[in-house]
């Protein structure tokens, strides 16, 4: 399994991005999704996640309200929609993914994970 990520870049405060990961090589309605970041000089940490079916997600405090976690299973992908963001949203976005767990399970760690892309920059300027 491959995962690739897309979509980030440089946007003032107050703007919005979409991000894609692309999974190839198995399908990903087996998958649950997540979304990590990496500021830099920090420890990667959890940003969002969603279950096998959608049926659930879960954000980070420090995005809920501003970040949608979404999936396309035709599409083997899952997106990232931030709105509102800040500078201290600027980081390396990771997606990431993990089959064989209940379809209503989501996951917050990162040793949950059986598959990583190998991320997006996104800079956001003040």
């Known amino acids: 399994v491959q995962l690739q990520a897309s979509g980030g870049g440089l946007v003032q405060a107050g703007g919005s991005l979409r991000l894609s990961c692309a999974a190839s090589?198995?399908?990903?309605?087996?998958?649950?999704w997540g979304w990590f970041r990496q500021a830099p000089g920090k420890d990667r940490e959890f940003v969002a996640s969603?279950?096998?079916?959608?049926?659930?997600?879960y954000y980070a405090d420090s995005v809920k309200g501003r970040f949608t976690i979404s999936r396309d299973n035709p599409k083997n992908t899952v997106y990232l929609q931030m709105i509102n963001l800040k500078p201290e949203d600027t980081a390396v976005y990771y997606c990431a993914a993990v089959t064989g767990y209940g379809v209503e399970l989501i996951f917050v760690r990162e040793s949950n994970y059986n598959y990583w892309g190998r991320g997006t920059l996104v800079t956001v300027s003040s």
């Open positions: 969603i279950s096998r079916s959608g049926g659930q997600t």
């Open positions: 090589g198995r399908t990903s309605s087996s998958f649950a």
